[in-house]
Nanobody, 126 residues
Framework: QVQLVESGGGSVQAGGSRTLSCVAS????????MGWFLQARGKEREGIAA???????YAADSVTGRFTVSRDYAKNTRFLQMNSLKPEDTAMYYC????????????????????WGQGIQVTVSS
């Protein structure tokens, strides 16, 4: 069974940086498209970045220029480098994998992913 484990969360000052890591276990994990999602309190889960098995990356408009997604294929690890953090970035961040495209589904749709990490809290203080 493929498992995802996030790390790197915690508290950071506004304007600072934080790198989240997502380690995917299992040999099949390298073939999965992986995504990053955030869920603020009282809000829907929102896709913010993704990387395909061949290295194509995506980022939501809200984080373009600040967040960068990358992947270490040899170690089945994906990273989310977050720079210029703002208090509104405070949320639970989730690593997701095994995207399966369906009708009208895109990399930003949580419904397309079948494997999820437990989430990790990132808190940005003013």
């Amino acid at each position: 069974q493929v498992q995802l484990v996030e790390s790197g969360g915690g508290s950071v000052q506004a304007g600072g940086s934080r790198t989240l890591s997502c380690v995917a276990s299992g040999d099949a994990a390298i073939r999965f498209q992986m995504g990053w999602f955030l869920q603020a309190r009282g809000k829907e889960r929102e896709g913010i970045a993704a990387v395909t098995p061949i290295g194509i990356t995506y980022a939501a408009d809200s984080v373009t220029g600040r967040f960068t997604v990358s992947r270490d294929y040899a170690k089945n690890t994906r990273f989310l480098q977050m720079n210029s953090l703002k208090p509104e970035d405070t949320a639970m961040y989730y690593c997701a994998a095994d995207f399966r495209a369906g009708y009208r589904l895109t990399w930003r749709d949580a419904e397309g992913y079948h494997i999820w990490g437990q989430g990790i809290q990132v808190t940005v203080s003013s």
